[in-house]
């Protein structure tokens, strides 16, 4: 178990990364496999100087199987922690089939590997997107399943080939992470989320309002029933997150079948709270202006993370400010992120 090697697919992506701390904190050996279509590779640079470790690195793609077969023989992997996707929404309602060739077609082809190389444990790096319209807040894992974009249907998707992976193969273990709202930065303030072009999601984009990048914040909607009529979510630390997939291995590593969690702190806070903490962490105001409801938003969403608390003895434990304050030391270092890109 200790000093297991662990295939990280998509190791040098926000997620990802962090988790390889996470592991490598733990006692295992993570190998990064990336393609750097949504990464720097100056991430391995940073991992090593916060670890004193250098990772090593399988440049590639999932889809390619000779590259995965290659890496299988070289490092003899104990498990799989899956985290190659693309992952913007807005994105997938436009360029569907990419989105289905990388997530589905991708992990298929992952999963083949893994079979033919005998490993039998996977992480998957899933989403609360998969819940679609919360039925009811906050959501457990028993929360009816489907999604409003490609994007979370290919969530779907992937978490039915485990389903049906698992009943093919007593020995299979996979272990469905369903994030809510990842946000935050390793505390040194040498890694954090470096979205590529113009952000999707409000942490960053408040981050690079802060630091002068973007005129202002839009908040899409004022008008939703909650407390200040803003939009509600889950937000959990990266780090949380990361050290969440580190205790789902270890409690389950000798166990088999399919095993959905959520992983969220079981708070939500508002798109004007998260702004006010982001204000304290910089010390300055953060303009924003009032803008229209963006299609497919919901007024609140956040999880029940009530088993995994159970089972895994762990729990989110850092809170809305700490996630602030750590994205604030991280954008104020690296304002451009860690590739030097033009605005
Ligand atoms: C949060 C809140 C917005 C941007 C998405 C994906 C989900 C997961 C996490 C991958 C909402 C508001 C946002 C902005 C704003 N990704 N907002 N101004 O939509 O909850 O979840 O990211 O797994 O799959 O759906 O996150 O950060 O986009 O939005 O007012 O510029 O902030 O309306 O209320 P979301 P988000």
Redesign the pocket.
């Known amino acids: 178990m200790m000093e297991d090697t662990i295939l990280v697919t998509g190791g040098a992506g926000f997620v990802g990364s962090h988790a390889c701390i996470a592991l490598h904190e733990a006692g295992f050996r993570p190998v990064i496999l990336d393609n750097f279509s949504n990464a720097s590779e100056k991430v391995l640079d940073q991992l090593e100087r916060i670890t004193g470790q250098r990772f090593p690195l399988v440049r590639g793609d999932i889809r390619d199987a000779a590259t995965l077969r290659d890496a299988f023989q070289r490092y003899r992997f104990d498990a799989v922690f899956h985290f190659a996707a693309l992952?913007a929404?807005g994105e997938s309602v436009r360029n569907p089939l990419a989105y289905y060739e990388n997530n589905v077609s991708g992990t298929v082809i992952l999963l083949q590997v893994m079979q033919e190389w005998g490993v039998r444990s996977l992480v998957f790096s899933s989403?609360?997107?998969v819940y679609g319209e919360p039925r009811y807040v906050p959501i457990d894992e028993t929360h009816p399943i489907g999604s409003t974009n490609p994007?979370?249907w290919t969530k779907v998707i992937v978490e039915q080939l485990l389903r049906d992976a698992a009943k093919a193969n007593p020995k299979f273990l996979a272990l469905a992470l369903r994030?809510f709202?990842p946000v935050g930065a390793h505390e040194s303030g040498l890694l954090g989320e470096d979205p590529l072009g113009t952000p999707?999601?409000?942490?960053p984009?408040v981050a690079q309002t802060a630091i002068g990048r973007r005129d202002h914040?839009?908040?899409?909607?004022t008008d939703y029933q909650t407390a200040d009529g803003?939009?509600v979510?889950d937000y959990i630390h990266v780090m949380d997150l990361a050290e969440g997939h580190v205790a789902a291995f270890r409690t389950h590593h000798e166990d088999s079948g399919f095993k959905p969690y959520n992983l969220g702190t079981g708070r939500g806070s508002s798109?004007l709270e998260v702004i006010s903490a982001f204000e304290k962490s910089c010390g300055a105001r953060i303009p924003w202006k009032s803008a229209p409801r963006?299609p497919g938003?919901v007024a609140v969403?956040w999880a029940d993370p009530a088993l995994a608390i159970k089972r895994f003895n762990w729990r989110a434990w850092r809170d809305l400010q700490t996630m602030t304050d750590d994205v604030w030391r991280w954008q104020s270092a690296y304002p451009n992120g860690l590739q030097e890109r033009t605005l």
Do not use: C, I
Not at 200 to 203: A, D, K, Q, S, T
Not at 217 to 221: A, H, I, M, T
């Open positions: 992952k929404v989403s609360a997107t994007y979370g994030y709202n999707n999601n409000l942490v984009f914040v839009p908040v899409f909607g803003t939009g979510r798109v963006r938003d969403n």
